[in-house]
């Protein structure tokens, strides 16, 4: 087997010029050559040595090459090759053509672009030497390495710019804060491009850091985040192992002390003082004190609390904790006459307590408050809250019932004047003497109506009417024996007309607004006056019930049909009541059980009749009848009235024509042709038929005209005046109105008008009077103006 022989010749260009660096790998094998005996090993065997081939399938290229000439690499060379230009090296694989090129001839390899080893770092390629003119290959296609040489041309980066790191106050030393990395790009494997060293530029003496693994640790005793809180440290990374010539990177880290509770909190002042007015309401706030203490967070939170007090009681403190301020509130009420200075003890202490800091001292800390009560000008106040009262129910009027006091707590100690809150009085029950509070009724009193009056006493100071005060006042009316008893309800009793003797009818009962401490005891008995005749009995069973009892054996409605038995009830209290009470019996045929079959007329319609109530519902329903029909009526005689010819939608000029033949002179409704020879004939109050009559204006008088005459200036005369009188009617519709006026009709004074009976006396008329009335008239003035010879023709 042929093989190829490269000659690489490698060129480093170190920091100082001048330096090189050959690097040749030899291995065994390779060419043949002599080989002979140098020597035994240990165990006697002889050593044999042979000739050693360089090794030519990996090669070194040096890195970011700065020169002007491409970078020689290396020379392929055939055993094939007698140097007459018959063999043609080819190169293939990757960069080859672009990065790489070789010379086809001689088979020198240069690289074209300088190359950098953190991009890639190395590159694969194929050889192969074959014959110019037959294309065949001479040797078998080999395959070989070019590795990039590194150089230390990457300095070290940080992995963040800037770290954020906290660590607690007073901190031992060596506590670690945080780790920094910095990465190199280099090649970790060759030399020490890539061999990074840390250490601390800035943030001395307060921290280190470890110069291998970059953690950075606390350097200095009891550093107090209340004398600096936060800290720039800058750490630098460098490589070639921290040597003179390295790269290098920086980066800083903001290192912030937390806060650990290492502070108490101490009052500001040691005796606090506060003023307070007497009439400060129970609940509100009358101071607030402050601790200060150099923690922050929770740290810093704190209790207050009440370890001594002259009034025990009286006053609470609790902790705001959004200010972490000492609240504190009224408890009970002040009274500037019975004490007016009180004394507490505060104390105060942290919530949350460090027991590493325990040899720091207490935290704690005391104060004093003292709560000075101002005098406030106060209403009266009442010995009592409120006051109940009795009296009976008979009493008279302006009898005192009770009283109520109030006095003026001040020192100057103000008169009192009472009166009586009206809201809660209306009816005006009672009064309260001005002077010492006495309360006298001013009315009679009825237990049975209103058996408790509450009303309020106002007590008002005499030198300062705006102070004032109300108490409640219960009035309990006592009951007094005043009522009568009564029936308990309203009996409907009949007794059969069968009935026997000593037979009971009826169980009555009876009933007594008042109210005996002991209970009702009622006594039923029957009136004197009826006792001697009576046909019905009443016994008392004792247990404020009675029976109606029958006296005879039988009943005649016929004879009577209803019965009216008085019975007296009696109360057994003192003064003693009794009345009179009337049960109606009615008399009806009853079968042999004793149930009622049939009453009398008359003891009938005394049961169905209506009572007092329904009769009044009745007349009242009747009446409001009555009225709405009234109203009905009067409505539509109020109603308005419109003219007939008034359209809702047609607003415009109307003609109103009046398309009617009269009856002559005999009709008395039609125009009088008579009136255009009198005019005073007129009757005044003539109604106009366009519209609903109704009340008219005054009708106006017109002057008298004098008779027309058979002339054509009289009849437009009248015409004109019409027209005049017309437009200043008021009763006339709100626009123009044309009036036809077509009269006409046998046996008028001024005969007919109409053509149609003219022809028998054609011959005694003369219509030369036609041609003087105009042009209109001049169509007529032909046909009837002419001579008779005209018209004979």
Known sequence: MVCLLMVLWVMVHLSSPGHGLRALRRTTGGRRGSAGLTGQDANGVPLRRSKRGWMWNQFFLLEEYTGTDMQYVGKLHSDGDRGDGSVRYVLTGEGAGSLFKIDEKSGDIHATKRLDREEKAYYILHAKAINRFTNEALEGQSEFIIKIHDINDNEPRFTKDPYMARVP?????????????????????YGNSARVVYSILEGQPYFSVDPETGLIKTALPGMDREVKENYQVVIQ???????????????????????????????????????????????????????????????AEMDYRIIGSDGPGMFDISTNRSTQDGVIVLRKPLDFERKRQYSLRI?????????????????????????????????????????????????????VI??????????????????????????????????????????????????????????????????????PVYIRVLDVNDNAPT??????????????????????????????????????????????????SVRDNKDNTAWILTRRNSYN?????????????????????????????????CDREGNMKLCNAEAFTARAGLST?????????????????????????QRKKEPLIISKEDVRDNVVSYNDEGGGEEDTQAFDIGTLRNPEAIEESKQRRDIVPETFYPPVRRPALPPIRDTNGDVRDFINQRLQDNDSDPTAPPYDS????????????????????SVTTEGDQDYNYLSEWGPRFKKLADMYGGDDSDRDS
């Open 738 to 757: 044309l009036a036809t006026y077509a009269y006409e009709g046998n046996g008028s004074v001024a005969e007919s008008l109409s053509s149609l009976d």
């Open 347 to 399: 104390q105060v202490e942290n919530s949350h307590i460090n027991p590493r800091f325990f040899s720091v001292g207490p935290f704690r800390d005391e104060a004093t408050i003292k709560i000075i009560v101002e005098d406030v000008d106060e209403p009266p106040v009442f010995e009592r809250t409120s006051y109940v009262m009795e009296v009976k129910e008979d009493a008279a009027r302006n009898t």
């Open 169 to 189: 106050e007073m901190s031992d030393i060596g506590t670690s804060v945080i780790q920094v990395t910095a990465i190199d790009a280099d090649d970790p494997t």
């Open 557 to 589: 409605s016929l004879q009577k049909s209803i019965y009216h038995v008085p019975v007296v009830i009696s109360d057994g209290e003192f003064p003693m009541q009794s009345s009179t009470n009337t049960l109606t019996i009615r008399v009806c045929t």
């Open 613 to 637: 109530g329904a009769l009044v519902a009745i007349l009242l329903c009747v009446i409001i009848l009555l009225m709405i029909v009234v109203l009905f009526a009067a409505l539509r005689r």
């Open 237 to 299: 990374a460098k490589d070639m192992a921290g040597q003179m010539g390295g790269l290098s990177g920086t980066t800083t880290v903001s290192i912030t002390l937390s806060d650990v509770n290492d502070n108490p909190p101490r009052f500001t002042k040691t005796v606090y003082e506060f003023r307070v007015p007497e009439s400060t309401e129970l609940g509100s706030v009358v101071g607030v004190i402050r601790a200060m203490d150099a923690d922050i967070g929770e740290n």
């Open 487 to 536: 029936f308990a309800t309203n009996y409907e009793t009949f007794v059969c007309e069968n009935a026997k003797a000593n037979q009971r009818i009826q169980t009555v009962s009876a009933a007594d607004p008042d109210e005996p401490l002991g209970g009702h005891r009622f006594f039923f008995s029957l009136a004197q006056e009826a006792a001697g005749k009576a046909n019905f």
């Open 402 to 471: 009770g009283s109520v006091s109030a006095s003026d707590p001040d020192d100057k100690n103000s008169l009192v004047r009472y009166s009586i809150d009206r809201r809660t009085d209306m009816d005006r029950m009672f009064n309260v003497h001005a002077g010492n509070g006495s309360v006298f009724i001013l009315r009679e009193l009825d237990r049975e109506e209103s058996a408790w009056h509450n009303i309020s006493v106002i007590a008002t100071e005499f030198n300062n009417p705006r102070q004032i005060s109300r108490v």
